[in-house]
């Protein structure tokens, strides 16, 4: 399984950005397809964008569609999730995944990194 490792959150005005970006090891990359997932308090965790093994697919959650983008660099194994129009719904402690190919689930997960948007 690979491992990851997300930075990049913190706290940030309503209308501002911030880029996450999630770094992995101990496995071949571009085997993986990747997600970023968020729970905020209270609530269950919920997908928030997708991309494939390579990166010609890219999939979002309808609430951040147009204001999120996912990215990846197979030669740097990461992958990243820019953020911009921030909104205090977007809080929340945010997971990047990863999905085998060939297989049904996330199997692997990051420790989360933790985004507060401020109004």
């Known amino acids: 399984q690979v491992q990851l490792v ?3 959150g913190g706290l940030v005005q309503a209308g501002g950005s911030l880029r996450l970006s999630c770094a992995a090891s101990g496995g071949t990359f571009s085997n993986y397809d990747m997600g970023w997932f968020r729970q905020a308090p ?3 965790r919920e997908f928030v964008a997708a991309i494939s093994r390579f990166g010609g697919t890219t999939s979002y959650a309808e609430s951040v569609k147009g204001r999120f983008t996912i990215s990846r660099d197979n030669a740097k194994n990461t992958v ?3 953020m911009n129009v921030l ?3 977007d809080t929340a402690v945010y997971y990047c995944a990863g999905r085998l190919v060939g297989r ?3 199997e692997s997960w990051g420790q989360g990194t933790q985004v507060t948007v401020s109004s």
Do not use: H
Request: hydrophobic share 5%.
């Open 87 to 89: 909104k205090p719904e």
């Open 80 to 82: 990243s999730l820019q």
């Open 104 to 106: 049904n689930k996330y």
């Open 42 to 44: 209270g609530k269950e």
């Open 6 to 8: 997300e930075s990049g």
